[in-house]
């Protein structure tokens, strides 16, 4: 499993004057807590946060975080703010990661077989992704950095649920625990019909559609001008025997 390190520093101070000084110097204001200990806020230099956020895998591990004059901390990230128009972390939240307690964290999917699976191979089906994360719950020491799908023997209609999932040694779906009743077994994955075939028959059922009813309109018609040719004889005949 790979390995993650933030350096960080420990602040006193705090509020939005105080954050908005940090952001200016380059840095992050963050916070660690949870576990046994109290809350401890920090600062962390933002482009090294930002360098490891572009890695998928950091959001899902235990990360090491080496406080100056403080020793270090295991814990994972819990919450991230960004600014809503510019390129920059505004907060950071860590949960201190305790040995031999369960932790609940969501992970990333990784989705594998797709293109050789026989409903996209064969029969000119779509893959239609459902969840790309979930939240599982595990031991620290057991934490994964993504659950795979496997989804090499699907057919076209066929899916994959959460129960069906094969999930690392000790590691739960938060959704399938507890009693039967409560648990939430989703779809996961499955493939589909091509959203453009599926409107491409829509379209000829309506034209057929449409040409019957104009047929049946003509039909109609051409029954009518029959009928009254035939009453204009009758009339006719009628006249002549005056």
Known sequence: MEAFELNAEKRTAKGRAENRRLRREGRVPAI??????EPVMLT???NDLDHHLDNEAFFSHIIKINVAGGGSEEVVLRDLQRHPA?????HADFLRIVAGEALRMSVPLHFVGEEECPGVADEDGVVQHNMNDIEIECLPRNLPEYIEVDCSKLHLHDSVHLSELVLPEGVEIVELM?????QTDRTVVSVQVPRAAIELEAEDEAEAEAAAEAEE???????????EGEDAGDESGEDEDK
């Open 32 to 37: 660690i807590y949870g576990g046994n200990g």
């Open 44 to 46: 962390l230099e933002h």
């Open 86 to 90: 510019k390129p920059f972390i505004e």
């Open 178 to 182: 507890g009693d039967e009743e409560d």
């Open 217 to 227: 309109g003509e039909a109609g018609e051409a029954e009518d001008g029959k009928s």
